[in-house]
């Protein structure tokens, strides 16, 4: 079984231009959630998303945004890149087993210039 | 008020000695996760608990579903495990995520 891919590993990219990071998740797997990760911060929350609907969001700007794409494939897109959006995206798939079995991506580290 | 405490934040130790790391949580939860990160690396999945322990190599994760806490265990330890160690639980649709624990294991 493929793990959680996430593409690009690493990225950089100058303020103001714009990112799209991609994420595929275990086959089955029909929820894909991101996080972000900056220096000094732990793993906040940006969204999550079950059969192509978001179902949650956390408490970022609308620059931040994302899809899914009905083979469970998810995309998150930072437009107007600031110096702080540098960080650790991360996307975590999960099953809908009982038990909430879930898998992470290994990540994709933005650096913004 | 964090929905995960982990302790300590920081642990140096000895090449060889034994290594806990504590989680509490305070949400309900499906399962919780021990996750790596080594230094400008990605994050590797260790363990997935629902009940109980789980055993890896020198690796060892239980849980207390009761008392909403987990340990990550480290027997002999190695420079190898210095990474940054972080308790993740699955909770409703997302994770809640520690701090992390950053351990230096010194040869």
């Known amino acids: 079984k493929a793990g959680v891919t996430q593409t690009p590993r690493y990225l950089i990219k100058t303020r103001g231009q714009q990112v799209t990071l991609s994420c595929s998740p275990i086959?089955?797997?029909?929820?894909v959630s991101w996080y972000q990760q900056t220096p000094g911060q732990g793993l906040q929350f940006l969204f999550e998303y079950f059969s192509e609907t978001q179902r949650n969001k956390g408490n970022f700007p609308g620059r931040f945004s994302g899809r899914q794409f009905s083979n469970s494939r998810s995309e998150m897109n930072v437009s107007t890149l600031e110096l702080g959006d540098s960080a650790l995206y991360l996307c975590?798939?999960?099953?809908?087993?009982?038990?909430?079995?879930?898998?992470f991506g290994q990540g994709t580290r933005l650096t913004v210039v | 008020k964090n929905e995960v405490e982990q302790s300590p934040q920081n642990l140096t130790a000895q090449e060889g000695e034994f290594i806990t790391i504590n989680c509490s949580y305070s949400?309900?939860?499906?399962?919780l996760h021990w996750l790596q990160q080594h230094p400008g690396g990605g994050i590797v999945s260790l363990f997935m608990?629902?009940?109980g322990k789980k055993k890896h190599g020198r690796l060892i994760a239980t849980i207390n579903i009761q008392e909403k806490h987990s340990s990550l265990h480290i027997t002999a330890s190695h420079p190898r495990d210095s990474a940054v160690y972080i308790c993740a639980v699955a909770t409703g649709n997302q994770f809640y995520f520690g701090t992390g624990t950053s351990l230096t294991v010194i040869p």
């Open positions: 975590a798939s999960r099953g809908s087993g009982g038990v909430a079995e879930a898998f």
């Open positions: 949400v309900g939860i499906s399962a």
């Open positions: 608990l629902s009940s």
């Open positions: 086959s089955g797997h029909r929820s």
